[in-house]
């Protein structure tokens, strides 16, 4: 069984600050994929970046981007120049490419202070 | 703007009611998920539907049952809930095809309170 670890439960950025957020995993499979989902105050899970494993180059969009280390397990997202707006639970997930089912990790906590 | 709707977004119910939470996804989508979320959790998989086939987590009471009328749609009816079932209940759709799997995109959520 997978496994996703966030070891930081809370974190607090000032706006317009690059902060980093770590994400840990275990499998033993060679083919899935690596999601990071935000969940504002508003309740609404979204999609914020996915990583294909068999892709080594790391995916971006816009001012978020991960480091994708296959060898070591870990997917951290970077969000740079934040804003007031990234104040939200950071969840990572994992999915294999054989099955449906994501597995979270426990989520971290992002305060973006003005 | 999600293209994955619930309804409602607030319901209380008491002990003995029945009552169905409801998701539409307008995205072609042939998998949909319920998943159920506690405060400060990350969301547990309660179903998957995927080709009109249902997965249940074991974990799952049956006084949930869902149920998906066609490939857009999907209900989660409920029965004789308890109190501790009280949380987020998420719904999720994706384009899945019988060779791999893609990404969730979720819904608003329902926020469910059982007095």
């Known amino acids: 069984a997978q496994t996703v670890t966030q070891s930081q439960p809370e974190m607090s950025v000032q706006e317009a600050e690059t902060v980093t957020l770590s994400c840990t995993y275990d499998t033993s499979e060679n083919n899935y994929y690596l999601f990071w989902y935000k969940q504002p105050p508003s309740r609404q899970m979204i999609l914020v970046i996915r990583q294909e494993a068999y892709k080594q180059q790391n995916a971006t969009e816009n001012r978020f981007s991960v480091n994708f280390q296959k060898a070591a397990k870990s997917f951290s997202l970077k969000i740079s120049d934040s804003q007031l707006g990234d104040t939200a639970m950071y969840f990572c997930a994992f999915m294999s490419n054989a099955g449906n089912m994501l597995t979270f990790g426990g989520g971290t906590r992002l305060m973006v202070k003005p | 703007d999600t293209e994955v709707t619930q309804t409602p977004k607030h319901l209380v119910m008491g002990m003995t009611n029945k009552k169905s939470l409801k998701c539409e996804q307008h995205?072609?989508?042939?998998?949909m998920y319920w998943y159920k979320q506690k405060a400060k959790k990350p969301p547990e998989l309660m179903f998957v539907?995927?080709?009109?086939?249902?997965?249940i987590n074991e974990s799952v009471p049956s006084r949930f049952s869902p149920e998906c009328p066609n490939s857009s749609l999907l209900n989660l009816h409920l029965h004789a809930l308890q109190p501790e079932d009280s949380a987020l209940y998420l719904c999720?759709?994706?384009?899945?095809?019988?060779?791999?799997?893609?990404?969730?995109?979720f819904g608003p959520g329902t926020r469910l309170t059982v007095l």
């Open positions: 995205m072609g989508h042939r998998a």
């Open positions: 999720a759709s994706s384009q899945e095809t019988t060779i791999s799997t893609d990404t969730q995109y």
């Open positions: 539907y995927s080709y009109e086939k249902l997965s």
